[in-house]
């Protein structure tokens, strides 16, 4: 079962534009990442925010965290044509070994 | 060079063919991980190792079944391949002893078809 719930599943927007996804999970976290996976490729690892933070920047990244809400949103601000991917949240539980869980992904084109 | 390979890229096969995948890599790390991803429903965990005499089955398992050769080796196996096993499958590492954060490295994947 999945952990991590995405939202939108697909994305398209112009050059220069913000994109923002979403990730809903269901269970306490000890931290959340996001990893970038273009077209057939492995995925790379983005971002991380930890349970207490609230807010995270990485250059055009921006990761907001609702420990409450059990959801997270990843912004990327004045897109570029090259941020076109598929975006994964992936949570870290308080599980032994601390295990991941991927989200299904939000599949983001960004026309230029 | 990459960090994690994987072997072979592609791969076709027919029904009941032993399938063997494998993977390598050159970060040092403990930690190795083989996903599968269909489309739609983001990786799904098959097997992972925490070091070379620990091997542990993920949510997937049935049909699959690994070997860790050594810190740098893990190969994943389809003893019978079936059509549904069909998918793009990913390994990965970690390295949590040395982070306290479980950030993976993932390989460029293998995708396989089953016939």
């Known amino acids: 079962s999945q952990q991590g719930e995405e939202d939108p599943q697909a994305l398209s927007i112009q050059e220069g534009e913000n994109a923002t996804m979403n990730c809903s999970y269901k269970?306490?976290?000890?931290?959340l990442q996001w990893y970038r996976q273009n077209s057939g490729r492995g995925l790379v690892h983005l971002i991380l925010?930890?349970?207490?933070?609230r807010e995270k920047h990485s250059g055009r990244l921006r990761v907001t965290l609702d420990t409450s809400k059990k959801s997270s949103s990843l912004l990327i601000t004045a897109s570029r044509a090259a941020d076109t991917a598929s975006y994964f949240c992936?949570?870290?539980?308080?599980?032994?070994?601390?295990?991941?869980?991927f989200g299904g992904g939000t599949r983001l084109m960004v026309k230029p | 060079d990459a960090d994690v390979t994987q072997t072979p890229r592609n791969r076709i096969t027919k029904t009941g063919k032993r399938i063997m995948l494998e993977c390598s890599q050159t970060?040092?790390?403990?930690?190795m991980y083989w996903y599968r991803q269909d489309p739609g429903l983001g990786l799904r965990l098959i097997y992972y190792?925490?070091?070379?005499?620990?091997?542990n089955k993920g949510e997937i398992s049935d049909g699959y079944s690994v070997s860790r050769q050594a810190q740098a080796k893990f190969s994943l196996s389809l003893e019978s391949a079936i059509p549904n096993q069909t998918a793009l499958y990913f390994c990965?590492?970690?390295?949590?002893?040395?982070?306290?954060?479980?950030?993976?490295?993932f390989g460029p994947g293998t995708r396989l078809t089953v016939l």
């Open positions: 990965a590492t970690s390295d949590v002893g040395s982070l306290s954060y479980n950030e993976q490295f």
């Open positions: 269970t306490s976290i000890n931290n």
């Open positions: 925010i930890r349970s207490n933070e």
């Open positions: 992936a949570t870290e539980g308080y599980n032994a070994g601390n295990m991941l869980t």
């Open positions: 970060k040092g790390h403990d930690r």
């Open positions: 190792s925490f070091d070379v005499k620990d091997i």
